[in-house]
């Protein structure tokens, strides 16, 4: 996960919206995606964006991308106790047509009755 | 189709013997992908089939590993003559196309003691 870099931990209050942030190295990247993991499970596909995109909106999850900065973020709106998770950042490489994704070490996202 | 689907979910070993583990993909995805992924870190690449291509690999993936993927549709990664260190959860995904979204499956981790 060294070319995608996550903050470790976020902590916010139930009903207030969360911003996850993410940076990422290859500027070839095609595709950025968004996956939630929850304790001792596999990783939930909540969202994903084409690099030819700014923003995408997704009921609750709103995805906003810069590519010069190299920037992804996540906003999730009214966050619940149910969101609390795990939430990694992944860059699906184009060079040479592998497209593998690869993995931030992601952001804990606890949320506060 | 109920997704992508891992067996076993936990396999406890001796260090020294060797596991495979197996992986359906969810039904027509040509890519399978399989990760490790360790404690506080993001899930790392081990390597990728192409239908029943295999065509990269990490350098994770040690003389010890290998994976096969023998018609294009399931894959096994059997470990061999296993070490403490390898105690991880494995995760497999596939996806319908390079750069598509990959899905995960739950998982299967292993603990070698």
């Known amino acids: 996960g060294e070319d995608v870099e996550q903050s470790l931990f976020l902590s916010v209050r139930e009903g207030d919206s969360s911003v996850i942030n993410c940076t990422y190295t290859d500027s070839s990247s095609t595709y950025l995606y968004w996956y939630k993991q929850e304790p001792g499970a596999g990783l939930q596909l909540l969202t994903y964006?084409?690099?030819?995109?700014d923003m995408k909106q997704d009921q609750r999850l709103t995805v906003l991308l810069n590519k010069k900065d190299k920037h992804l973020s996540l906003r999730i709106a009214d966050t619940q106790t149910g969101d609390s998770a795990i939430y990694f950042c992944?860059?699906?490489?184009?060079?040479?047509?592998?497209?593998?994704?690869?993995f931030g070490r992601g952001t804990s996202l606890i949320v506060h009755p | 189709d109920t997704g992508v689907s891992q067996d076993p979910r936990h396999k406890i070993t001796k260090r020294g013997q060797n596991v495979t583990f197996r992986c359906d993909p969810i039904s027509e995805h040509n890519r399978l992908y399989w990760y490790r992924q360790t404690l506080g870190q993001g899930p790392e690449f081990l390597t990728y089939?192409?239908?029943?291509?295999?065509?990269?690999k990490s350098r994770l993936l040690s003389d010890r590993f290998s994976a096969e993927r023998p018609k294009g549709s399931f894959s096994t990664l059997e470990i061999q003559r296993t070490e403490q260190g390898d105690s991880a959860m494995y995760l497999c995904?596939?996806?319908?196309?390079?750069?598509?979204?990959?899905?995960f499956g739950q998982g299967t981790r292993l603990t070698v003691v």
């Open positions: 995904a596939s996806s319908l196309a390079a750069g598509a979204e990959a899905f």
């Open positions: 089939f192409q239908n029943e291509a295999q065509l990269e």
């Open positions: 992944a860059e699906s490489m184009g060079t040479g047509g592998s497209y593998i994704p690869t």
């Open positions: 964006i084409f690099s030819n995109m």
